[in-house]
């Protein structure tokens, strides 16, 4: 994750670094380095070099930006999806967060309404996901779900690769020596595959005959 300098500093220093992830801090003040590794975390002076040290860190794969606002503005053309919480607060601040431009859409948002939480020991909060295409995905999917069309691609061709190309890997694995691994895949996703298979089937012929 990536983090500025004053974001660091806002956690308890018993918190830092947070723990099971590489923690990246950029800072334009040289003399802090020494500090920063000294106190578990990583520190970069531009944000070219903060995103390369990610990309070498263990589970580079998903890369976090956690603050501040000019961290955030500087990285909002790199993300492709927004973690939002918003508390139901009146604060004065002198840090805002960019908006999202058009390209993003909201895909949750949980809770759905705020009032089982407004009591007096719980700030009441939203947490929205916000993902380019995630919707169009989702009611493409509903979609295939409803029509014969669509459960028959399910049932007779994606499903039925999918299981193919997971038996396949698996038989693999165990001619590689990789035994364990092999017979976890053979039983397990290629059988989910295998079921969805024929659940798509089933709801096919139920719709047909309706």
């Known amino acids: 994750m990536i983090m500025g300098r004053r974001t660091w500093e806002s956690f308890p220093e018993k918190f830092r670094p947070l723990p099971g992830r590489t923690n990246i801090v950029l800072t334009s003040d040289a003399p802090a380095h020494d500090r920063l590794r000294a106190a578990g975390a990583q520190p970069a002076s531009s944000l070219e070099q903060a995103l390369e040290l990610a990309e070498r860190a263990a589970g580079s794969e998903e890369i976090w930006i956690i603050g ?91 499903f039925p690769l999918l299981a193919l190309v997971v038996a396949v890997l698996g038989f693999f694995l165990v001619l590689g020596g990789h035994r364990i691994f092999g017979v976890i895949l053979l039983l397990v996703p290629t059988q989910l595959f295998i079921f969805g298979a024929y659940w798509a089937i089933t709801n096919r012929k139920r719709l047909m005959a309706e």
């Open 68 to 158: 501040g606002g000019k961290v955030y503005a500087e990285t909002l053309h790199l993300i492709d999806t927004a973690i939002i919480t918003v508390l139901d607060l009146n604060l004065d601040g002198d840090t805002r967060a960019p908006e999202l431009g058009a390209q993003f859409t909201r895909s949750l948002s949980d809770p759905a309404e705020l009032a089982h939480l407004q009591d007096q020991h719980r700030v009441p909060f939203r947490i929205l996901a916000t993902n380019e295409g995630l919707d169009q995905v989702k009611e493409s999917l509903a979609a295939l779900k409803k029509s014969p069309e669509g459960l028959f691609i399910i049932g007779y061709m994606l």
